[in-house]
């Protein structure tokens, strides 16, 4: 498909660096706060290693799955992404994939601090809705914002996941609260907010980019 110059386009194994970059911008939602650092104890250099091995793996029907990316590409340069997947695809909640993922590549060291931090993991969680498309991961290099590629890469990947499971009628994106460029974005790619969910630990904010998560919701 091409829009406005720009070919969106499957990603690949050869997209990986692009991808480490989308999951670490989109963990972080516009502040320096980054959970894999702050909840594993890495720095977020060892967390893009971590990232890279994970989505080697290729474990579909969650978050860290190459081929559940879609790229805007111009002139052989990438200037966004989506990843999304239908939840519960593989008969597998995407959560314990990507607990499994985890567990199968973080040293034990990291994952002994995050079962420490569990109540604040927790703090913020939202279930994701069996059958729905997850729009799990956003991003767009600044340099091409302002382009509509947030919702040109969205309403395609939404096409390609409706026509592989026509039974699904429902999308949703998690953003954080802080994050107003992307609820704004998110708005136009016909997203409504639908709920929010507030912190109850003060420690959250030292952990997560905000302490409220909202939940929005596109019928299809």
């Not at 919702?151 to 499971?165: G, N, P, R, T, V």
Request: charge should be neutral.
């Amino acid at each position: 498909m091409v829009y406005n110059d720009f070919l969106i386009r499957q990603a690949t194994a050869n997209d990986i660096p692009f991808l480490v970059d989308t999951i670490i911008e989109a963990e972080k939602s516009g502040t320096s706060t980054l959970t894999y650092t702050t909840i594993f104890g890495l720095s977020e250099t060892d967390a893009r290693e971590y990232i890279i091995k994970m989505l080697e793996e290729e474990i579909d029907g969650c978050e860290l799955s190459v081929s559940g990316f879609i790229l805007a590409e111009k002139d052989g340069q990438i200037a966004g992404a989506v990843g999304a997947w239908v939840e519960g695809s593989e008969g597998t909640p995407s959560a314990i994939l990507k607990g499994n993922l985890l567990a199968y590549v973080l040293p034990s060291s990291c994952l002994k601090r995050a079962s420490r931090l569990n109540n604040i993991i927790r703090d913020l969680h939202i279930e994701y809705v069996t059958g729905s498309i997850q729009i799990g991961l956003v991003y767009v290099a600044l340099e091409a914002r302002g382009k509509g590629l947030v919702s040109a890469l969205i309403d395609y990947k939404i096409d390609l996941l409706k026509k592989k499971f026509p039974k699904t009628n429902k999308a949703y994106i998690q953003v954080f609260g802080n994050n107003l460029p992307a609820i704004r974005a998110y708005e136009k790619a016909s997203f409504k907010i639908v709920f929010q969910k507030k912190a109850s630990y003060s420690e959250t904010a030292e952990f997560m980019p905000d302490i409220i998560k909202v939940l929005m919701k596109r019928n299809i």
